[in-house]
């Protein structure tokens, strides 16, 4: 999981990585549900040969604004990712 507060002017760009799994979506779904953000945007891309999708979603907090450190760290906790 990686964080760009550059990439966009009104977002948190978050870059997810990982095993293509049925549920996939719904599961980073309710992650990041659970850690309070909002998704304006999304682009998923799955490589059918490697098996792995790469996800690329636009976010906010609740208030509209870019995430500050402590709302990406609660997506890395509701994602199950260290860091």
């Known amino acids: 999981v990686t964080f760009d507060d550059d990439a966009a002017p009104w977002y948190t760009v978050c870059v997810t990585s990982g095993p293509d799994r049925l549920g996939l979506l719904a599961s980073i779904a309710s ?9 304006h945007g999304a682009r998923v891309a799955s490589a ?4 792995v ?9 609740r208030y509209g604004r870019k995430l500050d450190a402590g709302r990406k760290a609660a997506v ?8």
């Open 76 to 83: 890395r906790r509701a994602l199950g990712v260290a860091g």
């Open 31 to 39: 992650a990041l549900d659970k850690a309070k953000v909002d998704v």
């Open 48 to 51: 059918v040969d490697s098996g």
């Open 53 to 61: 999708v790469d996800c690329r979603f636009e976010l906010t907090d």
